[in-house]
């Protein structure tokens, strides 16, 4: 196996950041501050919890500490770390959420689908297990066991978490329903049900709010409403951000597909999305190369 790595640079993920940085305040680990001015990582290394899982290799804190190390890099450890830490607790809804997360990242999805419907078991009113991190924003548990049934074929059962993911950011003020939006209107679009599909985008217009970091969200909710032209929706994409440019990418091939009927400009946005040389383990990507060849099929019928 090769060398185990911790990308120190920047992170998008602040569940990780944020964790990272209180486990490390509470061991006592090293902090570099400047890194935290400018909205980095912080500077605790594998060394630094390698070195205290040598003495404590059954705390919980340090296996939690070290499978968000290798969160964003080696997907496997992360796994295994969080699995070993729920050997010790295994009701933590926050371990079984960490490591559904990475089980989502291998496409694993039954063994994702199989934590996230732990955590919902174990506190199914609760949209914020982590609290006691500082932490006011995440996705909860229901919206990515709705990505694995997405994933997995089932869309019926893929709306009903998207739905109830949105039933729970109404009750605990959480602006992150376009999200939700999104992935019903295309879990009813590929089952064939447009009425439903135009009927869900009822819930966000110009002025719902959401995270600056699901922004590319938001404007895809509104493309699929009509209130963004093709042309206004493709001059805010940002081609220089790969993440960012996948999803729009991504959802624009969904529109020409299911509003326009527009298989071929469909199938090269989806050629476009595949394209892209990085962030391969994201959504946009996963779901491109499962449309992809399909669609191009009927071109050839």
């Known amino acids: 196996m090769g060398e185990k790595t911790m990308d120190n640079t920047t992170y998008c993920d602040p569940l990780q950041k944020i964790i990272l940085e209180t486990i490390a305040q509470k061991r006592g680990f090293r902090i570099d501050e400047s ?9 605790v290394t594998v060394e630094d919890i390698e070195k205290a899982l040598e003495t404590e290799p059954e705390n919980v804190d340090l296996l939690f500490a070290r ?13 295994n770390s969080y699995s070993l830490a729920l050997l010790q607790e295994p009701f933590s809804c926050k371990l ?6 990475k089980y989502v990242s291998l496409d694993q999805w039954p063994e994702a689908a199989a934590d996230f419907l ?9 949209n914020e297990p982590f609290e006691n991190l500082g932490l006011s924003w995440f996705y909860g548990p ?3 066991l709705g990505l694995a049934y997405f994933y997995m074929g089932n869309l019926e059962m893929a709306a009903k978490y998207f739905l109830d993911e949105i039933r729970l950011y ?18 009813y679009m590929k089952m064939g049900k447009k009425q439903e599909a135009h009927a869900i985008l009822q819930y966000v217009d110009a002025d719902t709010p959401i995270h600056d970091c699901d922004i590319v969200y938001k404007y895809r909710v509104l493309l699929y409403k009509g209130v963004y032209s093709e042309e206004k929706f493709v001059s805010l994409i940002d081609d220089s951000d790969h993440l ?21 400009g469909a199938v090269e946005l989806l050629d476009k999305v595949l394209a892209i040389p990085t962030h391969h383990h994201a959504f946009a990507y996963k779901f491109a190369l499962l449309d992809r060849d399909k669609w191009a099929q009927e071109l050839k019928n």
Not at 96 to 101: D, N, P, Q, V
């Open 35 to 43: 890194l935290l001015e400018q909205e980095r990582m912080s500077m």
């Open 67 to 79: 499978g968000s190390a290798y969160f964003n890099g080696d997907f496997q450890e992360a796994i």
């Open 96 to 101: 079984h959420y960490m490591r559904g997360r």
């Open 118 to 126: 732990m955590c919902i078991r174990i506190n199914p009113e609760e």
């Open 142 to 144: 229901q919206h990515y």
């Open 170 to 187: 109404q009750k605990n003020n959480i602006a992150f329903i376009p999200v939700e939006v999104d992935w019903l209107w295309m879990a």
């Open 244 to 264: 960012h440019s996948m999803s729009a990418y991504y959802a624009l091939a969904n529109y020409r597909y299911h509003e326009k009927g527009d298989v071929k």
